[in-house]
T-cell receptor, first 112, second 110 residues
Framework: GNSVTQMEGPVTLSEEAFLTINCTYTATGYPSLFWYVQYPGEGLQLLLKATKADDKGSNKGFEATYRKETTSFHLEKGSVQVSDSAVYFCALLYNQGGKLIFGQGTELSVKP | DTAVSQTPKYLVTQMGNDKSIKCEQNLGHDTMYWYKQDSKKFLKIMFSYNNKELIINETVPNRFSPKSPDKAHLNLHINSLELGDSAVYFC?????????FGEGSWLTVV
């Protein structure tokens, strides 16, 4: 079946450190891929997306590239801030069939 | 304007009660969802409606009953609440290649 696997958290970094959160997926066909972010006590916000292989999604300094050959969509940021502390979710969606499948979430804590 | 809005945001209720969470989207989308987030932050789909028709029902206990009076609204009614129903419930709607979420409803059953 279709599934998404993220690296285990929590991830703790110092401010201005480089961030990578790994995400791999198992799917038939060609899903769209997403990163959502959930700040403490808040809802889910779309961070970025990519709809086909080799697309790069980017937003607020975060980037992720859709790699079909490695079935991956790793999230990166060059210099994290305390305000980036949140839970990050990788997800996949098929154009037909309709449901968004989430990874288990990775908690990021950035210390000053 | 909030694209997907759900009410209430917080709900504390006793076991055995019946409660509803309402959701509305002003995006003109045909497809709406309910997701449940458990205490470990894991997100799982519960239901999906397309233009008022149920299209996904993910083995949710029949104490949970979604209702879609029109394609802009998808409400969730829960009967005989149990302690294990405590969670965050997210409503969402689907546009072209993207799903937009509401702010969540934090349900605590005591």
């Amino acid at each position: 079946g279709n599934s998404v696997t993220q690296m285990e958290g929590p991830v703790t970094l110092s401010e201005e450190a480089f961030l990578t959160i790994n995400c791999t997926y198992t799917a038939t066909g060609y899903p769209s891929l997403f990163w959502y972010v959930q700040y403490p006590g808040e809802g889910l916000q779309l961070l970025l997306k990519a709809t086909k292989a080799d697309d790069k999604g980017s937003n607020k300094g975060f980037e992720a590239t859709y790699r079909k050959e490695t079935t991956s969509f790793h999230l990166e940021k060059g210099s994290v801030q305390v305000s980036d502390s949140a839970v990050y979710f990788c997800a996949l969606l098929y154009n037909q069939g309709g449901k968004l499948i989430f990874g288990q979430g990775t908690e990021l804590s950035v210390k000053p | 304007d909030t694209a997907v809005s759900q009410t209430p945001k917080y709900l504390v209720t006793q076991m055995g009660n019946d409660k509803s969470i309402k959701c509305e989207q002003n995006l003109g989308h045909d497809t709406m969802y309910w997701y449940k987030q458990d205490s470990k932050k894991f997100l799982k789909i519960m239901f999906s409606y397309n233009n008022k028709e149920l299209i996904i029902n993910e083995t949710v206990p029949n104490r949970f009953s979604p209702k879609s009076p029109d394609k802009a609204h998808l409400n969730l009614h829960i009967n005989s609440l149990e302690l294990g129903d405590s969670a965050v419930y997210f409503c969402a709607s689907r546009g072209q290649n993207t799903i937009y979420f509401g702010e969540g409803s934090w349900l605590t059953v005591v």
